[in-house]
C-alpha cells in the first residue's frame, strides 16, 4: 500500500536516515509503546537505540560529532517516531531546541563544551520558560537571576520541562534587570542561563530541586516536571551568548524549531491513528460486509487522509523555510496550529471507527487519543499561533490608504 505523507526531493541520505529510522520504530517502538505507556515506564532501551543510531546529533555540525543534517531531516524523523509513541518525539525534541540555541547564539567556547556531548547523547538537554502562573504570557517571568561577582544567584519555580528529570543541561529563561533600567520592556530584560545538573530528582545541585515527575492523562513515559532554584549559583560564562537581556529573543528562535517539531509530531500521530483506522475498518464487519465499504466510513477514511496530507505539507515547508535562513514564524505557527488540529480530529475519526473498542486500553487508538490534547497546547496554543499568523499576515499585506 502507497504510504501517505511522502516528501519529494530528498536526497539520498535523507532517504536513507528515514528509512533506518522507520524500520526502528517499527521494531522496537511501537510493540512496546502501549505497554510501556500504560506503565508510565521511561523508554531507556529506546532511547539507547536512538542513541546508537546518532539521532540525538542529527542537527549538530559534524565539526561536534554530529550529522549536521537538516531541520526537515530532523522533522521527517520526528513525524515517523511520533508515528510510533509521541512521548519519545519529546525526549528528543526539547534535546534539540537546547542544542540549536546553543549553535545559534552559544559563544565559540560553550560550543566547545556542550555540543559534542550532546551529539554523543551523553549530554541530554531540556528548556524552561513556563511558570505555574505564566501560562501563555512569557513576558510576566517572575524568576530572576541578580548578579553577585563573578556568579548570578537564580530564584524562582518553573514548571512543565520535558525532561526535567532526566536531562543533564537546562536551558533556564529568567529575568537578568543587570543593565536595563527600570520600564525597560520586559523581553529585553530576559537571560538564558545554561544550568548543568545530575539527572534524577531531589536536589540535583545545590539549591537547584527537581520535586517528581508530574501525573498526567496521555504523553507518559517522558518525564515532565517543575523546577524550584533556590539560590542557585551559575557562572557567568553560562550566560547563553554571554550577554545579559537576550534570552527571549533567543528562546524564541528555539520555539520555532520546537513549533515545527510540533507540527511534526501531529503528523505522525495523526499518520498511525489512519494506519490504525483505516485497518480496523477492513477487519469489522457489520451488516455483512467489511465498514470499510460501507460510504460513511469511506467518507470518514478519505477526509482523514486528506488531513494528514495536507498538515505534512504545511510542516514541510514551514522546515524548508527555516532551512533557507528565512524568517519561518507564520509557516513554523500555521503548521503547528493545523497539524495538531488536525492531529485530533484524525484521531478522534479513527476512535469513532472502532466503536466501542477504542475505549478499551487493549487497542492502541485509546493511548493516541489521549495523546492528541497536549498537542493543543504544546509550544503555544492555537489561540498563540493564531495571533502570531494574523500579525504577521498584517505585516505582509498591509493597506496603503
Known sequence: MARLAQTAGLTDVQQEILSTVRDFVDKEIIPVATELEHRDEYPQAIVDGLKELGLFGLMIPEEYGGLGESLLTYALCVEEIARGWMSVSGIINTHFIVAYMLKQHGTPEQKEHFLP??????????????????????????????????????????????????????????????????????????????????PGFGEVRPGLTIPGKIEKMGYKGVDTTELIMDGLRIPADRVLGG?????????????????????????????????????????????????????????????MATKVEAAHAMM????????????????????????????????????????????????????????????LIGEGTAEIQKMIIGRRLLEEYRFQG
Open 117 to 198: 556531548r550532546m551529539a554523543a547523547g551523553d549530554i541530554r538537554g531540556a528548556f524552561s520558560m513556563s511558570e505555574p502562573g505564566l501560562g501563555s504570557d512569557v513576558s510576566a517571568i517572575t524568576s530572576k537571576a541578580v548578579r553577585d561577582g563573578d556568579e548570578y544567584v537564580l530564584n524562582g519555580q518553573k514548571m512543565w520541562l520535558t525532561n526535567g528529570g532526566t536531562s543533564s543541561l537546562v536551558a533556564v529563561l529568567v529575568r537578568s534587570d543587570e543593565g536595563h533600567p527600570e520600564g525597560t520592556a520586559p523581553h529585553r530584560s530576559m537571560t538564558t542561563f545554561l544550568v548543568e545538573k545530575e
Open 243 to 303: 550577554v545579559t537581556g537576550r534570552g527571549f529573543y533567543q528562546m524564541m528562535d528555539g520555539v520555532e524549531v520546537g513549533r515545527v517539531n510540533v507540527a511534526a509530531r501531529g503528523c505522525g500521530v495523526a499518520q498511525r491513528a489512519f494506519e490504525l483506522g483505516v485497518r480496523y475498518a477492513q477487519q469489522r464487519h457489520t451488516f455483512g460486509k467489511p465498514i470499510a465499504q460501507h460510504q460513511a466510513i469511506q467518507f470518514k477514511l478519505a477526509e
Open 316 to 375: 514541510v515547508n514551514a522546515a524548508r523555510k527555516k532551512d533557507s535562513g528565512e524568517r519561518n514564524d507564520l509557516e513554523a505557527g500555521m503548521a503547528k496550529y493545523l497539524a495538531s488540529e488536525y492531529c485530533k480530529e484524525v484521531v478522534e475519526d479513527a476512535f469513532r471507527i472502532h466503536g466501542g473498542y477504542g475505549f478499551s486500553k487493549e487497542y492502541e487508538i485509546e493511548r493516541l487519543y489521549r495523546e492528541a490534547p497536549m498537542l
